[in-house]
Each structure stands twice: as C-alpha cells, then as structure tokens.
C-alpha cells in the first residue's frame, strides 16, 4: 500500500506542479507567485486532507515533496515552455491537469483504505486530495474554485472513489487494478474534455 501511495504522490506532485506553473505565467505571476501557485496546487489538497484525518502532513514530514516541486519547475524553466503562447489550453496544460487529479483521486482512496472509512468518507478524502490543491490556488487568486463551476472535473475523482471503494470490498487492490484505473479515468477525463461535457446547471 505504502508503495503505491508514494508512486501516485510523485505522479500527482509533478503533474500539479505543471499545472500550478502554467496557471501563474498564464496570470503573470513573478517567480514567488509561481512558486506558491505550484505548491499551492501540488501540496494544497494532501495537507488539507491530512489535516482533517488528524495527521501532521505528509509534506511537512517528508523532504521530497519540495524537491520535486522545485525541481519540475526549474526543468519547466530552462526547456522555456513558459513561452509557448496559450499554453493554459495546451497539450501539455491539459494532460498534466489530467494526470494529476487521476492519480491524485487514487491515492485519496488509497488513504481512505487505509483508514478503513465509509464510502462518504471515501468520496470526501478522494475529492479533497484531488481537487483541493487547485481550489486553495484559485481562492488565493480570487477566484471561484474551477471544479465548482465548470467542465467533468470533480465528476472523475467521484467515479474513482465509488469505483475503487467497492472493488477493494470485493478482491484487493494490487498494481494491475490501479494501472488499469488509472489509465481508462486518464482516457475517459480527456475524453470528457475534448467533448467538452459539463454537470448540469440549474436554470
């Protein structure tokens, strides 16, 4: 378990990393602004959730959280993506997104295995890892957290906390199981966005 904790973490700390940067330059952020927008969005959601499971964060108590961070954001510098005009609706912007909040939603349900809790909680642990990074950057930025208003977002780490929390009732979660989540929520997430489907407003 611990194993698969650390490797969807270091997954979802680099894809939020990127995502957390492309946002800054997209608002012209100087390079602190970047730096806190990544953190922010990479680190956001994990200390909030293991605040609330009454742990002391797993950032606070690890060094290569950091090291990561700095070091995506020093490789994003010197290949100068930065530059590249549009970049917040790139290629690039939108499969880091992606891959972030996938492996982020798994290892929140993976922590709510840990924890034994109910299929709420479960939700609940999953959306705060997924999604509330990017939600503790938009309030910073003033704005409306991106997964309350708009696009499937939120809808994905939902499916792969329902999805993961009765599967591991039935057999146990293992390598194979994840890789396969993983891979068709990543294809179905992008899928949904180039289709551009939305949740339902109420008129």
Same mark, same amino acid.
């Given at each position: 378990m611990e194993k698969f904790l650390i490797i969807t973490d270091i997954i979802g700390i680099i894809s939020f990393a990127i995502s957390g940067f492309i946002i800054a330059v997209y608002y012209k952020f100087d390079l602190v602004g970047i730096f806190i927008s990544s953190i922010s969005t990479a680190l956001g959601g994990g200390i909030i959730?293991? +605040? *609330? &499971?009454?742990?002391m964060p797993f950032a606070f108590t690890h060094d290569y959280p950091f090291y990561v961070i700095l070091g995506t954001i020093? &490789? *994003? *510098? =010197?290949?100068? $993506?930065?530059? =590249?005009k549009e970049l917040e609706t790139h290629f690039i912007y939108i499969l880091s997104d992606? =891959? +972030?909040l996938v492996a982020f939603s798994i290892m929140g349900v993976l922590i709510a295995i840990r924890?034994?809790?109910n299929l709420l909680g479960t939700i609940i642990i999953t959306l705060l890892t997924a999604v509330g990074g990017g939600s503790v950057r938009d309030i910073l930025m003033n704005k409306i957290p991106f997964f309350m208003s708009k696009d499937f977002y939120a809808i994905i780490a939902i499916l792969i906390a329902v999805f993961l @929390? @009765? $599967?591991n009732r039935c057999i146990a979660v293992d390598f194979l199981i994840i890789l396969t989540t993983f891979v068709f929520f990543l294809a179905l997430r992008l899928?949904? @966005?180039y289709k551009k489907w939305y949740v339902p407003f109420l008129n």
């Open positions: 959730r293991d +605040g *609330m &499971i009454g742990q020093t &490789i *994003m *510098m =010197i290949f100068k $993506l930065h530059r =590249i992606s =891959i +972030g924890e034994e809790v @929390y @009765y $599967l899928w949904a @966005y």
